[in-house]
């Protein structure tokens, strides 16, 4: 399969960066921000974004979706992070649709596809608890209770965790912390007692909660997938997430470095545009190339992804822990270039500085996914 | 899509077929590289079988028209033929500046006859080529060149100096950039033009590298009589042959950062190294550089895929095989770097059959010319600056 997008990809992108450019530039995120909006991204959006097939992009169609895949997902993550968009994709269209429709039963499945398909249901994946994304290293504790289980215990970073009308939470139900086997997922109502939650305001002003569950009641109904097994659906789930994160981070990268160039062009110092001097000229070109590699890596993890799912891993590794790694340089440069102005609030640059660094925490930084290399390599 | 698998299911049956066990083994010395040319010597029976087979199948361009001598292969079939190969590690049959830099060229200007007569001999290993572009005062700045080229009837008559030239001490022909007009701008001057080393008044000097070897040479030109059909391309328009043919060189250099068969890194830095107990390499900071290294590696591997469908699809840039070049470049320094620190002591022997008369270290020497040779990483930068970036005055 060449490594490009193929045209029925290209003008989902069309129309996806003419939705997204229209209705959600960076002003849009700068607003939310300044009014210390309650959701903190646009309902009325979403409803678009719904009715034009993207909350149920990754949604099979007997549920009402459109039954894409990873590169459509990763198609629209970039266009979000060139103008940095809030949205509830990434949490409940990518993460959130797929764990169900991989490990959901034929109830949880025809109960709440159809509903994040017309863009009515907000799920979020409460997963990472310490500073940095260690999924195995989930202590959450789910102890057998009834014919269900009492969770206890808290999360630290849960996207959406604020709005969210479902809870996908994984859990210990058996093992220590660090291992693979015994943890499970769980359905958990939002509402239900024992469930608190606390909006996190982010210094990229998007959206997160942290939610703590004291002796929170859920039945055997509410498992999604097996017990104890929820490693390897939570994998797959895990990957086809960081591709769509990594996707986001291409756009972000290339995006300030457009913004950056241009202003190489037009900014004038010392009796000429600031482009003219090697210094920088080196400096723009190495991160140009940077990104195009970049941009290669990610769409080859996203294609492997869905031509081999279980294959994919290594690609997926590649491709974040290299978005991580291409997006912090390009927003540094960016800021840097940009002068004093870069450091203005007033100027978007730095908008973008900080959705970097928080795109680079989410489901694993450079460090982590280089790691992970590392040991599928034997070394 | 079919036909592309029964393609594939062919080509890897008749590799399995044809190409022997030996001839699967990583490179280990110079020796392991066959060069073609009129005194070519093969260094072992297997190297001369596995040469011969794959030139009567015409596989040693597989993509080049039937006509002179290729496979007359589609770019999907080319693909699947590299992919086979790499999957056995199969070595390239022959290694030839004809076949990745002039062979382009020529296809693209040459005239009928000067495909007739040059592209079969490149394909069949019988005619050696080595480049005659830098000179002492030419590096970087390749468009100031001064070998001259002047009129005599049917010919040239051609008097300068080069440098830097590989191999030409065993090249059998030279492609080189000379200037016809020295009164016209620097670069609309220059013609690009082809003859015989063994032609009266050519003579070469080696120079010896920091790696110990003498790969290139100084080469003279003392009134060598060139025809004037030999010239590529139209007289005075040198440059536009010149800098295709860059484009093709830079693309050859950049993937010699691949791997091909051999080890993981990482695997090589366990075996002198050690492991701990979770069988990590013993060694953090290296181990962290070597993950760090294997993803760029993984990711460079796309950008040329990539790369190569982006042309395919006619949406490539012409100026991104200097984007690569640089990055390719970069990253087999990086990997030599490593692959020194992970060897510690053992890498530093230099002359022993226990270190294969210092293949490490000579290795590592050697990819310090990678970003200098074929342009340097700061032309590269320069170049993508320019042309595909826009920055004014660069
Ligand atoms: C937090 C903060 C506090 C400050 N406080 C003060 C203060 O108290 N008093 C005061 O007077 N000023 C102050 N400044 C201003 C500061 O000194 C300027 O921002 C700085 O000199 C850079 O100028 P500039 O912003 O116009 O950027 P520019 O000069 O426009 O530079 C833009 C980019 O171009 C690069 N560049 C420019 N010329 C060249 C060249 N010849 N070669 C290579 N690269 C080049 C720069 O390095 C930079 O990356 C402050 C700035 C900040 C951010
Ligand atoms: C192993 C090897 C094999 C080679 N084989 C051949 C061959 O077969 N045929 C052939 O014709 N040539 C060959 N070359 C020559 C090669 O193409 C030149 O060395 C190269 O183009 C650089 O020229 P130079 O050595 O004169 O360096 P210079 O041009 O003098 O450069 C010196 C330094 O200055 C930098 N520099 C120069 N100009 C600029 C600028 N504008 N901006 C910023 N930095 C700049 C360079 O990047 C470099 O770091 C070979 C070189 C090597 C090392």
Redesign the pocket.
């Known amino acids: 399969m060449p490594l490009l997008l193929t045209e029925e990809q290209s003008m989902l992108r069309d129309s996806a960066r003419g939705l997204i450019s229209d209705h959600a530039p960076v002003a849009h995120l700068r607003k939310l921000r300044d009014s210390r909006d309650e959701t903190g991204f646009s309902r009325e959006l979403w409803a678009t974004f719904a009715e034009m097939g993207f909350a149920g992009l990754l949604v099979p169609e007997e549920h009402g979706g459109s039954g894409l895949g990873a590169v459509e997902a990763g198609v629209v993550m970039e266009e979000i992070g060139r103008t940095l968009m809030p949205s509830p994709f990434l949490a409940t269209s990518v993460l959130s649709a797929a764990a169900l429709t991989r490990a959901g039963s034929a109830a949880q499945k025809s109960e709440h596809l159809p509903k994040i398909a017309s863009g009515k249901l907000l799920a979020a994946l409460a997963l990472d608890e310490g500073a940095k994304h260690r999924p195995l290293h989930t202590s959450l504790q789910a102890v057998r209770s009834g014919n269900g289980f009492r969770l206890n215990g808290a999360k630290a970073m849960v996207v959406d965790g604020h709005v969210a009308d479902l809870l996908l939470v994984v859990a210990r139900s058996a093992g220590a912390p660090g291992e693979r086997n015994g943890l499970t997922l769980f359905l958990v109502d939002p509402k239900a007692k024992g469930v608190a939650i606390e909006r996190t305001i982010m210094v990229d002003a998007h959206n997160a909660a942290r939610i703590s569950f004291d002796n929170v009641e859920v039945t055997a109904d509410h498992v999604l997938g097996e017990v104890d097994g929820g490693a390897a659906v939570l994998g797959g789930v895990l990957d086809l997430g960081r591709g769509a994160v990594a996707s986001e981070m291409v756009g972000l990268s290339e995006e300030v470095f457009g913004r950056t160039v241009a202003y190489l062009k037009e900014r004038k110092q010392f009796g000429k545009a600031i482009g003219e001097f090697?210094a920088l000229q080196h400096r723009a070109a190495h991160l140009y190339i940077e990104i195009e590699i970049t941009r290669a890596a990610v769409l080859k993890a996203l294609q492997a992804l869905d031509s081999d799912p279980a294959g994919a891993t290594a690609a997926v590794a590649v491709a974040k822990a290299r978005a991580g790694a291409t997006a912090t340089r390009a927003v540094q440069e960016g800021v840097q270039m940009h002068g004093g102005m870069g450091m203005t609030d007033q100027f978007d640059i730095g908008f973008f500085m900080k959705r970097a660094r928080v795109c680079e925490e989410l489901l694993g930084d450079a460090n982590y996914h280089a790691a992970q290399l590392a040991a599928m390599r034997g070394y | 899509m079919a036909d592309l698998d029964t393609f594939r299911r062919e080509t890897r049956a008749w590799l399995e077929a044809n190409c022997p066990p030996e001839m699967r083994r990583p490179m280990t010395s110079d020796e392991d590289t066959f060069w073609g040319g009129r005194n070519a010597k093969f260094s072992s029976e297997p190297q001369r079988i596995w040469f011969e087979r794959m030139r009567d199948k015409g596989w040693t361009v597989p993509h080049w028209p039937t006509e002179y001598g290729g496979g007359g292969l589609d770019g999907e079939e080319a693909k699947i033929v590299r992919q086979e190969m790499a999957a056995i590690g199969a070595r390239a049959p022959i290694t030839s500046f004809g076949i990745s830099m002039l062979g382009p060229a020529l296809l693209k200007y040459g005239t009928e006859a000067q495909k007739r007569e040059h592209l079969p001999k490149i394909t069949a290993g019988l005619i050696r080529w080595?480049?005659?572009?830098?000179e002492p005062n030419a590096?970087?700045?390749?468009a100031s060149l001064q070998t001259r080229a002047e009129s005599d009837g049917d010919d040239y008559i051609i008097n300068g100096q080069?440098i830097?030239?590989?191999y030409a001490n065993y090249a059998d022909w030279i492609f080189c950039l000379v200037r016809t007009d020295p009164a016209a701008k620097k670069h609309d001057g220059i013609s690009f033009i082809l003859f015989d080393m063994t032609s009266k008044g050519v003579s070469t000097k080696p120079i010896l590298?920091i790696s110990g070897r003498s790969?290139?040479c100084e080469t003279f030109f003392d009134n060598v009589r060139v025809p004037k059909a030999n010239v590529v391309g139209t007289v005075n328009r040198g440059w536009d042959v010149a800098k295709y043919l860059l484009q093709h060189e830079r693309a050859m250099i950049s993937g010699m950062g691949e791997r091909g068969g051999s080890r993981p890194l990482g695997q090589v830095a366990a075996d002198s190294i050690g492991s701990d107990a979770q069988g990590r390499l013993d060694d953090a900071l290296l181990r962290a550089d070597i993950a760090t290294f294997d993803v760029d590696e993984a990711a460079l591997a796309a950008a040329a895929e990539r790369m190569v469908d982006l042309a395919k699809a006619g949406q490539g840039h012409p100026a991104f095989s200097s984007a690569m070049k640089y990055y390719g470049t970069e990253l087999n320094k990086r990997r030599h770097e490593l692959l020194m620190s992970s060897g510690g002591i053992d890498a530093l022997e230099w002359e022993s059959e226990r270190s294969h008369e210092g293949a490490r270290p000579r290795a590592w020497l050697r990819t310090k010319?990678n970003s200098?040779?074929?342009?340097?990483?700061?032309?590269m930068l320069?170049i993508v600056a320019k042309r595909i970036l826009d920055l004014p005055g660069a």
């Open positions: 090697q | 080595c480049q005659g572009y830098s590096g970087s700045d390749l080069k830097w030239t590989s590298l790969p290139f010319a200098i040779e074929g342009g340097t990483s700061e032309v320069g």
